[in-house]
């Protein structure tokens, strides 16, 4: 049986360099075809399919603060806090028109796009683009800025990956950074009950419910950088969570105050900040022990 070529590799000749093999995984993944319109139109329908009916079931979400919306036009940079894999489609069947469908999200390279198969997968059910998150990265923050710039609108998750705990974790800088570059709003987005359903190290789904709050678009104001931007843009969703647990009124007097939740929850560890936690991760503290009335 012939094994040489054409059935395999032909051999190199001597003398002459072998380019190196195109990555085609990981940071280096173009998605650009998932932007084309034959991938935008299956991404329509799996969208406002099995997407759509999947979230509806596991999550049955509320969605509160979309007449913050209203009237807007051009790209928007929708930041969410980040508790689970079920957030993105969450967010992506709850963003209302003209945003929805010419949306893009920024996804963990090192995660969504490890190989080709989920790579792909992830590029056309979600508009995702590989970001690193353990470094910044010029080119991610580039490619960002461009499709911005294209009219695409961004969903990203500030905190750069999932909450290990049930707290949020600090903002990073990314939205605030590509605000400030291009002068697009940022959208700041709460959501609420994604880590009871499918909560980071879950090996299943528990159906429950979800809110999701959207607050008024922020712009840069005169003098930011992208540190002071992301510091508002996080207590932003702070107050948005507030408000989710709580109501409007006092949300914002707590807010004007500055008397806020933290998102972070208290600076301590393990079982005191489990504790911390109360009613939001799902479980209940047992009840104190006391003497019956006779």
């Known amino acids: 049986m012939l094994r040489g070529f054409p059935f395999a590799a032909p051999n190199v000749p001597e003398g002459v360099e072998v380019l190196p093999r195109k990555v085609r995984?990981?940071?280096?993944?173009?998605?650009?075809?998932?932007?084309?319109?034959?991938?935008?139109?299956?991404?329509?329908?799996i969208v406002e399919g099995p997407m759509r009916a999947a979230v509806s079931t596991l999550a049955s979400p509320t969605r509160k603060g979309l007449d913050r919306l209203a009237g807007l036009r051009g790209p928007l940079i929708f930041a969410a806090n980040h508790?689970?894999?079920l957030d993105a489609p969450l967010m992506l069947t709850s963003i209302p028109q003209p945003f929805r469908h010419r949306m893009v999200v920024a996804a963990a390279a090192d995660y969504f796009f490890g190989n080709q198969v989920t790579a792909a997968l992830s590029a056309l059910a979600m508009g995702a683009f590989p970001i690193e998150r353990s470094r910044v990265s010029r080119g991610s923050a580039e490619q960002a800025a461009e499709l911005l710039e294209e009219d695409w609108s961004l969903l990203i998750f500030p905190e750069g990956g999932r909450s290990p705990d049930g707290w949020g974790q600090g903002h990073r800088g990314g939205a605030a950074f590509l605000s400030l570059r291009t002068g697009v709003p940022v959208v700041p987005v709460h959501l609420a009950g994604t880590d009871r359903i499918y909560p980071r190290g879950a090996t299943r789904l528990r159906p429950g419910s979800t809110t999701v709050?959207?607050?008024?678009?922020?712009?840069?104001?005169?003098g930011d950088d992208a540190r002071r931007l992301a510091v508002k843009i996080e207590a932003a969703v702070a107050t948005l969570a507030d408000e989710s647990a709580t109501d409007w009124w006092g949300a914002r007097r707590r807010a004007a105050a500055g008397t806020t939740p933290s998102l972070t929850g208290p600076g301590t560890t393990g079982w005191r900040r489990t504790w911390a936690l109360g009613d939001r991760s799902g479980r209940t503290r047992p009840a104190r022990r006391t003497w019956p009335e006779l």
């Open 83 to 85: 508790h689970s894999h």
């Open 213 to 222: 709050t959207f607050g008024h678009p922020l712009q840069p104001a005169e």
């Open 25 to 45: 995984r990981g940071a280096a993944y173009d998605s650009s075809w998932a932007r084309e319109q034959p991938a935008r139109y299956a991404r329509f329908f």
